[in-house]
Every structure is written in structure tokens, then in C-alpha cells.
């Protein structure tokens, strides 16, 4: 067992920083933080967290998360007790361009992903965890210090089901129990009995600590922890926020705030002397790589046929099937939908890197980060529309410059008779807000195929926008397609309007064209099939030799293609006209559907005439 007096006098440390940090900041949440303290220092201490400081990145090293990620004191203060942060800059916290933000982000090293909005941290941790047990082959283990009031996240459920499904060994959580959330008290309060009954019910092994500030009651829990076999593991622990400093221990009304110079006077007296150069060891893990897993060869080309009909969600389960050897470190994720997405098409070829998620989207693009943080490639799919139950993960994810791929299918009403909860509406405009997003919308298999392979390339979050009925193959195989791109498909010197469009109504507006044309009016048609980045060289070009641009697109008008054609241009003095799903649809044929919104080739038809 590790020294009890080192243990006890690096909580004080880190007591003592959590405290002066938060009163120079004039911000933060040192009660939140002082709460888990004994907690954590004996993790990382205590000879349990294996970990080389000096390589923050070894693949062998435990994960330590920070799912309440307001306790960030903690975090900075710990490193500094590891000698891994100085004095000088853990008084930078908060301050603009510290690597100690309020919240923690990977700008620290030792940092797994960005935490900091409630009920993330387990599904990240499911993916470090899956990944070390079914991919890398590792005994690592994933930490992950939660809070009682994340609890009532839904999210959290969705992790704790999925880990004990999995037999996430690997896995714990180490559940801070402080009784008092932001306004008050939390659901159970300090009823660690009814944690332990509702964890335990869903298949975890729990290991209750009644005092989560004596150090050798949390010292014999963690020693519990490797004991235990397919099972997760959750500590919980009963704990007092605020724990060192009597003006606020267990008193409501203190999250979140600093203590004044006055108070924090008083509380470092009563915290006693601190040996400033006491620092922690942790102990080292075992020295082991996963196996090396290069690139392979191509497999064998795509092959379609011009003019047949395929949809683009079957091409994208092609597309992840053929260049899984270009990138090894592929997995796929899927929530339950996989034989309507097609991610199957995977599945059935490479089960061993394909994980089911079931109906948990927030838990799987959660997992998805854990995994991304583990040097994983994850492609995530689901219907487009359930997507957006997971906004706050995906949001989240690009706080940690994640490289993930979604890719949402049975987008837009042209999905017809099953009617408007499975209409994925309101994807683009979500995608298209993340920061440093690419957004892809194919309208063939052949696009498809190549926009996938793109985005396994592209380093950064894709989203890729399949259909659920078949499109005509227009592209020949040997066709380009770039990130930032897109292709004049029909094109004269008499063209008069310029019909931009993607996915499903790239065929409508082609067919217009026919019809137009049988009537001698020529109109220009393009497939923008990057929303974001948008190829805006070749829509202001078309601009300068026709009087009108008209965006046709299957999804709502706020956020959509029209709005990044009109960000794209600017001021570029041209009409831009836009259809766009703008009524509450219904359950009908797709041709029914397309012609009721308006953003069908009659409806197109209809518009260039107006305008000519």
C-alpha cells in the first residue's frame, strides 16, 4: 500500500492550489473540485493509475477522464503534484491562452478529450475502453471521475448499459457523491445506497467508500478494482463539496464561485502548512504497443454501371468495406440501423472493428470520441434525423479536434411513406455549425464511394448525407471528386439559369433540364456536392454567364445549401433563389413529397419560367 503521510500531504497541496488558483482567477469551482480530492490523489498515487508522465501519449498508459469537468482545479493541480505544472502557470488558470482553461480541453496534454457539458464522460470512456480490449489488445484501463449530478443525464445510462454489455472491465467510474449540484441539493443527495442499487441493476460491479476523505477506506476500494472480471466497475463514493474549508463545506449556494481574499485567508489558515515541494510518483505501466497494423493494398475498384439505379446509402456501405485496408485503424459504429444504412455492408466483412451501439446516438458519438482518442478512425452512422439527439457530443468533439465521420442516411421527405420523424431535416445546418467541419452530400453511388474514401483521408469531422432510394449512376468510376468541388453536369453556351442542387434533387433538377430544353430554354446544372466547403470559383462562374441561381435542396432553408451558396458569394451581384423544404410534411410517395415542398422538377420547371 502506498505511503499514507505522502498521500495525505499531496491532498493538502493540491488543496491548497485548487483554492489560490480559483481566488486569482476570481472564478472557477474549488468546492467541486476540493470535494473529490482524496479521491483522485490516491488514484494517481496510490500505485493503482499507471501512467508515464513523460509520455503522455504511450498507448499503455491508464486514461483518467474528467466527465465533471468544472473540477478542473483538481486536474491542474494533481499534474502540478506529479511536477508536471509549475507554480507560475497553474496561477495562469483561466486566463486567456493558458493551457488551463475553465473547462478542460486537450490544449493539456493530459487531457483525453474536452469535457465540461454534463454526462460525456462514460462514453467516452466506453470508447477507450472498447478499444483496448477488442482492438489494441491492451491492459489499460479508463478512469473516468463523475459527479452525482450528471447522473440524471440520460447519456450516462446509455454508457453504463452499453459498458456492461460489452464487459468493459477496463472501464471504471469513479462516482463523486457531494450531495449538492449547482442549486441545491441532487436527486439522491447523499443515498449512495441508491446508486449502488441502480448501477448495479444494469450489470456493473460497485464498490461503495461511506467516507470519500479517508484515505485507507479509498485505498482498499481501489485495491478491489483489478479483482474483477467482465464486468465495469463503479466506486461510489460519499463525499462532502467543499471538503477543507469550513465556511463552505456542505453548504449550498458555493458551486461555482471563488473564495474572496478575505475568505481564502481563513481557509489556507485552517488548511495548515503545506510542503510546496512534495510531489507524487505514479506508477509506470507496463512498457506494450499495440501490434503494428500499416496500410494494405487497395482492394479490388468499385464497379458501376452508368444509368443504373443504386442508392448512395448502399454505396457508402460499399465504400467502407473497400478501403479498409488503405486505413487500418478504421472501426465503425452504428446505432441499430446498420441494414438501412448499410454499414453492414462492414459488418459482414470486418466484424471484428464493427461495434453496435443499438438506439444510444449520444453514447455512440460519444464512444466515437474515445476511440478517436485512442488513434482509432471512427465512421459513425445512423438515419439522419436521429442524429441530432447527439448534437451535444458532436459539438462537444470539436473542442478536441476530433477526426470523426457521420454520415446520416434516409435524409430529406424523399423518404416518402414513413413520414416526418425519420425526415432528416435539420442535419446540414447542424453539421455546417461545428467548426471546421467538412459536409458532403453524394447523388450517386460512384460520388458516394469517393467521398468517403475523402473523408477517411481528410483529417477532421466529415458528415456524409446518403439517401435511402435509388439515383441513376451518372459518374464513370474513373471520376474525381475533391473535398471543396463540385461538377457541372449539364452545361451550354445558351444557358440562362444556373440550378444548383445535391443528393436527391441533383436528379431533379437534371430532369427539368430535359424538359426545358425540349422547349429551348438551356439551363446550367450543378452537383455541389460539398456543402462545406463550397465550391464557390465555379458557382460565381456560372453567376457570370446566367441571369439566375436557383438552389434546390431536400432539407429546411435555415442553415441549408442556399445559405452556404449565399455565404459563399457574398456580395457577388446575382439572383439566388432558393426551394427548400419549408411546410410540416407528410407520410406519401417521395414523388409526391417532392412535388408538395416544391423542390421537385416541376417545381423547378415552374420557378426558372417564372423567372425568365
Known amino acids: 500500500m502506498a505511503n ?66 468544472h473540477a478542473s482545479p483538481l486536474l491542474y493541480s494533481s499534474w502540478l503534484a506529479a511536477g508536471k505544472v509549475t507554480e507560475e502557470e497553474i496561477m495562469t488558470y483561466r486566463k486567456f491562452g493558458s493551457r488551463l482553461e475553465g473547462h478542460p480541453t486537450t490544449v493539456f496534454p493530459y487531457v483525453e478529450a474536452a469535457t465540461g457539458s454534463l454526462g460525456q464522460g462514460l462514453a467516452i470512456g466506453v470508447g477507450m475502453a472498447v478499444n483496448a480490449k477488442y482492438i489494441d489488445n491492451l491492459p489499460y484501463r479508463s478512469y473516468i471521475l463523475l459527479g452525482d449530478s450528471e447522473m440524471a443525464e440520460g447519456s450516462q445510462w446509455e454508457s453504463i448499459q452499453l459498458a456492461a454489455y460489452y464487459k468493459l472491465d477496463n472501464l471504471i467510474g469513479i462516482l463523486d457523491v457531494n450531495r449538492l449540484g449547482q442549486r441545491g441539493e441532487t436527486m439522491y443527495g447523499h443515498d449512495i445506497a441508491a446508486y449502488e442499487k441502480r448501477i448495479s441493476a444494469f450489470g456493473w460491479e460497485t464498490i461503495i467508500i461511506t467516507d470519500g476523505h479517508d484515505m485507507d477506506e479509498i485505498l482498499a476500494a481501489y485495491e478491489k478494482i483489478p479483482q474483477v472480471k467482465d464486468r465495469p466497475v463503479m466506486v461510489i463514493a460519499k463525499t462532502v463539496k467543499g471538503k477543507g474549508v469550513s465556511e463552505v463545506e456542505d453548504k449550498n449556494g458555493w458551486h461555482g464561485k471563488a473564495l474572496d481574499k478575505d475568505l481564502l485567508q481563513k481557509a489556507l489558515g485552517e488548511l495548515g502548512e503545506v510542503d510546496k515541494s512534495v510531489r507524487g510518483s505514479i506508477a509506470r505501466p507496463d512498457d506494450l504497443q499495440p501490434a503494428d497494423r500499416g496500410p494494405g493494398p487497395a482492394i479490388a475498384e468499385m464497379s458501376y454501371e452508368k444509368g443504373k439505379s443504386v442508392a448512395t446509402r448502399n454505396a457508402y456501405g460499399n465504400g467502407l468495406k473497400r478501403i479498409f485496408p488503405q486505413f487500418p485503424d478504421m472501426v465503425v459504429l452504428d446505432a441499430e440501423v446498420s441494414n438501412s444504412t448499410r454499414a453492414e455492408y462492414f459488418k459482414d466483412a470486418h466484424p471484428e472493428r464493427f461495434f453496435e451501439m443499438f438506439i444510444a446516438e449520444q453514447n455512440m458519438a460519444g464512444t466515437a470520441l474515445g476511440l478517436f482518442a485512442r488513434g ?32 446520416g442516411s434516409h435524409a ?106 425540349k422547349e429551348g430554354l438551356m439551363i446550367r446544372v450543378i452537383d455541389l456536392y460539398s456543402i462545406k466547403p463550397v465550391d464557390a470559383e465555379t458557382l460565381r462562374k456560372a453567376g457570370s454567364v446566367t441571369q439566375h441561381l436557383v438552389v434546390v435542396e431536400d432539407h429546411h432553408p435555415e442553415g441549408g445549401i442556399a445559405e452556404a451558396v449565399r455565404s459563399a458569394l457574398g456580395d457577388y451581384d446575382i439572383p439566388i433563389h432558393s426551394l427548400a423544404v419549408t411546410k410540416i410534411p407528410k407520410s406519401g410517395k417521395p414523388e409526391e413529397l417532392l412535388d408538395f415542398e416544391e423542390i421537385s422538377r416541376k417545381a423547378i420547371i415552374k420557378k426558372i419560367k417564372e423567372l425568365l
Open 4 to 69: 499514507r503521510d505522502n498521500l495525505l500531504k499531496l491532498a493538502k497541496l493540491i488543496r491548497y492550489y485548487i483554492l489560490v488558483s480559483t481566488s486569482q482567477a476570481g472564478s472557477g469551482h474549488p468546492t467541486s473540485a476540493l470535494s473529490a480530492t482524496d479521491l483522485l490523489t490516491a488514484l494517481m498515487f496510490g500505485g493503482t493509475f499507471r501512467f508515464d508522465a513523460d509520455n503522455p501519449g504511450h498507448p499503455n498508459n491508464d486514461r483518467l477522464l474528467f466527465s465533471k469537468g
Open 376 to 407: 482509432k478512425l471512427p465512421f459513425v452512422s445512423s438515419f439522419a434525423a436521429f442524429l441530432t439527439r447527439a448534437f451535444d457530443q458532436i459539438r462537444m468533439s470539436q473542442y478536441s479536434y476530433a477526426n470523426i465521420k457521420f454520415c
Open 412 to 517: 430529406g421527405v424523399s423518404i416518402g411513406q414513413d413520414g416526418p420523424s425519420q425526415m432528416g431535416l435539420e442535419d446540414i445546418a447542424m453539421f455546417r455549425s461545428i467548426t471546421g467541419s467538412v459536409v458532403l452530400y453524394p447523388s450517386d453511388a460512384v460520388s458516394t464511394e469517393k467521398l468517403v474514401e475523402a473523408a477517411a483521408k481528410h483529417k477532421g469531422m466529415v458528415y456524409i448525407r446518403t439517401t435511402r432510394s435509388g439515383t441513376p449512376v451518372i459518374y464513370g468510376t474513373d471520376e474525381q471528386f475533391a473535398i471543396g468541388g463540385s461538377k457541372v453536369v449539364r452545361e451550354s453556351d445558351g444557358d440562362s439559369v444556373t440550378v444548383a442542387a445535391a443528393g436527391i434533387t441533383l436528379h431533379e433538377a437534371v430532369a427539368a433540364h430535359e424538359e426545358l430544353k
